[in-house]
């Protein structure tokens, strides 16, 4: 018994970080998406570090795929696997997925509220770097990274919201389904 309430747990999960990152395919405001949120539920939720790593951002590259060459198809030439500086991206959903680690031991609002603002300012700090090397738009010296960075201030209210939210959703809406679901609770807990 204890497999299969394992495999419902890994599988209602996977259905939820899946969900959130189709949720990106909705009309939303820049930036506000799940992204952020889906790493940090997969952290806080998958015993097996690979799960936690690989299933958002397996998530992620699916809806990666309809964005880019759906939504965004007149940007791109031919069908696109992986669109330019995906790499900063996923670094640092890769690097929230530690944060969770580290910060989400204990699962509750203030646990879940503080990662969702420290994600919020991981990704803004590693993604707004990646695109300044090599960029047309900013010089490339000291004055041309703080520019970059400087540019990429009115998204951040976007990721930090979108993050805020979707975390609430996620771990709020999986605590609510393990109150009514036994099957979900992580093996020996008690809610």
Not at 125 to 130: D, H, R, S, W
Not at 158 to 179: D, E, P, S
Request: charged share 5%; glycine share 10%.
């Amino acid at each position: 018994m204890q497999s299969k309430s394992i495999n419902v747990r890994f599988g209602v999960i996977a259905a939820m970080i899946l969900t959130a990152a189709f949720c990106r395919l909705i009309p939303h405001p820049p930036n506000f998406a799940p992204i952020g949120a889906m790493a940090l539920f997969g952290a806080a939720h998958y015993k097996s570090k690979w799960a936690a790593f690989g299933v958002p951002l397996l998530a992620l590259w699916l809806s990666d795929l309809v964005v880019v060459n759906v939504l965004y198809a007149g940007y791109y030439k031919t069908f696109t696997l992986f669109y330019g500086g995906f790499y900063w991206v996923y670094g640092a959903i890769a690097l929230t997925t530690v944060l969770g680690f580290l910060m989400l031991k204990k699962i509750n609002f203030g646990t879940v509220a503080g990662s969702a603002i420290a994600a919020s300012l991981l990704f803004f700090i590693i993604t707004n770097f990646g695109s300044w090397p090599g960029s047309s738009l900013y010089t490339q010296d000291l004055n041309g990274l703080i520019a970059c960075y400087v540019a990429g201030i009115p998204f951040f209210g976007g990721t930090l919201a979108g993050n805020l939210f979707y975390a609430a959703v996620l771990f709020g809406g999986f605590a609510l389904a393990q109150r009514k679901f036994p099957v979900l609770r992580p093996a020996g807990a008690e809610i």
